[in-house]
């Protein structure tokens, strides 16, 4: 299995400002996801993390809000710009192997006041 | 959209009650991944089902994917307390298209 770390495990952020959160992964991984999982829901893809180029994201989500950076095979951020208390959520950063199994990150938990 | 749809969305039994949770795809997988959400924690992959028709088990927990790759099912005979948790089934599509999830709770 293919082990990945987060970082932060959790921040209180006042609102109006941004929170980068940095995903590290081992090698196994070939592609590199974030999700956002409110308490007691199901998980919400936010994008795909490319390397070196822009990334992929999903309908409801854009890069003003949530840029994310991927500068090499093993490594992403996403930031929360511009937080407000409704990105109060659990970030999770996921990786694939080449096997196509998604191995997840321990989540960061965020609270916007 | 694609969709999957899981039920129950949640289930109390009694320990050594058995369990199941039943996932359905709007449309066709190329395989299906089920993970395992404790409480506080996150989703830990449990397995991954390619093959029509293809049924794995792991321990008391059996795994089942539909002939017509749609659909999928996790049975666990026999449950115990750490059992307890989220049960979410994910889609492949070319991404993964998380279910609703099941909250399992286990009476002791």
């Known amino acids: 299995s293919a082990v990945i770390s987060q970082k932060p495990s959790r921040d209180i952020c006042q609102r109006g400002t941004s929170l980068t959160i940095q995903c590290q992964v081992d090698?196994?991984?070939?592609?590199m996801f974030w999700y956002r999982q409110q308490p007691g829901q199901s998980l919400t893809l936010i994008a795909t993390a490319n390397q070196g180029s822009e990334a992929t994201y999903e309908s409801g989500f854009v890069i003003d809000k949530f840029p994310i950076s991927r500068p090499n095979l093993t490594f992403s951020t996403l930031t929360v710009s511009n937080m407000s208390p409704e990105d109060s959520s659990i970030y999770l950063c996921?990786?694939?192997?080449?096997?196509?199994?998604?191995?997840f990150g321990p989540g960061t938990r965020l609270l916007v006041l | 959209g694609q969709q999957v749809m899981q039920i129950p969305q949640y289930q109390h039994v009694q320990e050594g009650e058995d369990f199941t949770t039943y996932c359905n795809s709007s449309?066709?997988?190329?395989?299906i991944q089920w993970y395992k959400q404790r409480p506080g924690g996150h989703p830990v992959f449990l397995i991954q089902?390619?093959?029509?028709?293809e049924v794995k088990k792991q321990k008391r927990l059996t795994f089942q994917f539909g002939e017509a790759k749609k659909n999928s099912s996790l049975h666990i005979t026999a449950t115990q307390t750490t059992d307890v948790g989220t049960y979410f089934c994910a889609g492949n599509t070319g991404k993964l298209i998380f279910g609703q999830g099941t909250t399992l709770q286990v009476k002791p």
């Open positions: 090698s196994q991984v070939t592609m």
């Open positions: 996921s990786g694939m192997t080449d096997k196509e199994t998604q191995y």
């Open positions: 449309t066709t997988l190329s395989n």
């Open positions: 089902l390619v093959k029509s028709g």
